[in-house]
């Protein structure tokens, strides 16, 4: 049952996150050896306002320790552009983590 | 390949690369050169038989990462025209993963954009190759991209 309390919370709360800061939802991608870790190549995530890459990351690597000891060897990218793990998400964001290239 | 005329072109391509497209699409009148390099899959890694190569792509970053390299080569280098194409799933002993083709009014421009477009895509450009060996495979060591420094206090983004 809805309780009436829900309908003052600010659009996209989500239960699961405990703080007041408003969700938002990202885009995760994966490739190459992290697709064959997580068994998926993209899935939706919501995360607090500002989150930083580092700390999605962070979620996966807990689920699947075999993906957080390749985070060294891996760049960051955020809507197609290299990114420093410090870079805040934004609602719609799509995050990638690469692995080296061996394109060519 | 349909290539559109007076323009430089970048492609991300699932069949076989027709080199000689990719040839005569930046060969113009003004030109004294054209330097072509033809990435090709080898029978062999460290020493294991390859039988044949998968390469998957961030098709989208990939396809910008390439833009990018073009931009860069018209900055650098004096060089008319530059068409890069890379080609992705199953490939095959012998067939070509990558072609660059670079135009030139003379050729030492064109050798080194051409050279340094393959040294940047290879570096830069998120596509990934497995190798399937008789018994087994690997996704093959790569180049991790260079990527902004962490700080503190990132710029927020727009």
């Known amino acids: ?104 | 390949m349909a290539v559109p005329p007076n323009t430089d072109l970048f492609v991300l391509v699932r069949e076989p690369i027709d080199m000689a497209a990719l040839v005569r699409h930046v060969r113009t009148a003004e030109d004294g050169a054209v330097v072509t390099f033809d990435g090709c899959v080898r029978n062999q890694s460290h020493g294991r038989s390859t039988l044949y190569l998968d390469y998957e792509a961030y098709e989208s970053m990939a396809l910008a990462k390439i833009h990018e390299i073009g931009a860069q080569v018209h900055e650098k280098f004096s060089i008319d025209r530059v068409a890069i194409a890379h080609r992705l799933g199953r490939l095959e002993i012998g067939e070509t993963s990558v072609f660059i083709a670079v135009s030139s009014p003379h050729r030492p421009a064109a050798f080194d954009a051409c050279r340094f477009a393959i040294d940047t895509l290879k570096r830069t450009v998120p596509i990934w190759k497995k190798e399937y060996f008789a018994d087994g495979a690997v996704w093959a060591d790569g180049e991790l991209p260079p990527a902004p420094a962490d700080t503190p206090a990132a710029k927020p983004a727009s």
């Open chain 1, 1 to 104: 049952m809805r309780v009436p309390l829900a309908a003052t919370l600010p659009e996209g709360y989500n239960s699961l996150v405990p703080t007041a800061c408003p969700t938002i939802r990202v885009k995760v991608l994966f490739f190459g050896r992290l697709k064959e870790i997580v068994g998926r190549s993209e899935e939706s995530v919501d995360l607090a306002e500002g989150a930083p890459i580092e700390e999605l990351f962070a979620r996966y690597g807990a689920r699947h320790p075999e993906l957080a000891r390749f985070r060294a060897s891996l760049v960051a990218s955020r809507n197609q552009e290299f990114a420093a793990w410090s870079t805040p998400l934004h609602s719609g964001d799509e995050v990638a983590f690469l692995p080296p290239v061996s394109g060519g």
